[in-house]
T-cell receptor
Framework: DTAVSQTPKYLVTQMGNDKSIKCEQN?????MYWYKQDSKKFLKIMFS???????INETVPNRFSPKSPDKAHLNLHINSLELGDSAVYFC?????????????FGQGTRLTVV | DAKTTQPPSMDCAEGRAANLPCNHS???????VYWYRQIHSQGPQYIIH???NNETNEMASLIITEDRKSSTLILPHATLRDTAVYYC??????????????FGQGTTLQVKP
């Protein structure tokens, strides 16, 4: 009964392909996030959704499109993958979009674009 | 949110206390100090947070100086499984905060046998 689960754990794909990463949380939280950790290990927020509404978009290219079908899910779709998209992507959730509570992270999806 | 400064790396002997410092000299009155850690190949994990009083939970203790310009995370009896990157993050609560975490480089703690 993992709190925040992402699939797949590993993803290897060719440049130009379109891929999706799925995230689900069973904590009843109303806010979900996507973070990207690059090869230098810097963790940076990409998106945040609160009650299915986008509240943060940190100047991420349009090729990245998050979709939140309900409060428990936040999926990340990436079009026309580029070599620079290779990274580990973490999904997270918290209760409330005002930073009052701790965030729970998934185990990450390691994306490799070749 | 205020910026934090942490040493890039530290070593600690297994069974001893690990004291991880963090400077946040520009912290404002409504900003909290949070600590997360990231064990290799895992997602970040919340440890503890505080405003001005010292805090303790089952994982660690957080000591915040009286002027709030620095803090120390204490792992009382470090184990090999505590080897990780530890992030000190300063953030506010309330309607002006979107919930996002701004991670710095953190401190890589190596616990040695």
């Amino acid at each position: 009964d993992t709190a925040v689960s992402q699939t797949p754990k590993y993803l290897v794909t060719q440049m130009g392909n379109d891929k999706s990463i799925k995230c689900e949380q069973n904590l009843g939280h109303d806010t979900m996030y996507w973070y990207k950790q690059d090869s230098k290990k810097f963790l940076k927020i990409m998106f945040s959704y609160n009650n299915k509404e986008l509240i943060i978009n940190e100047t991420v290219p349009n090729r990245f499109s998050p979709k939140s079908p309900d409060k428990a899910h936040l999926n990340l779709h990436i079009n026309s993958l580029e070599l620079g998209d290779s990274a580990v992507y973490f999904c997270a959730s918290s209760q409330g979009g005002q930073g009052n509570t701790e965030a729970f992270f998934g185990q990450g999806t390691r994306l490799t674009v070749v | 949110d205020a910026k934090t400064t942490q040493p890039p790396s530290m070593d600690c002997a297994e069974g001893r206390a690990a004291n991880l410092p963090c400077n946040h000299s520009t912290i404002s009155g409504n900003e909290y100090v949070y600590w997360y850690r990231q064990i290799h190949s895992q997602g970040p994990q919340y440890i503890i947070h505080g405003l001005k009083n010292n805090e303790t939970n089952e994982m660690a203790s957080l000591i915040i100086t009286e002027d709030r310009k620095s803090s120390t995370l204490i792992l009382p009896h470090a184990t090999l499984r505590d080897t990780a990157v530890y992030y000190c993050i300063v953030r506010s609560h309330g309607s002006s905060n979107t919930g996002k975490l701004i991670f710095g480089q953190g401190t890589t703690l190596q616990v040695k046998p």
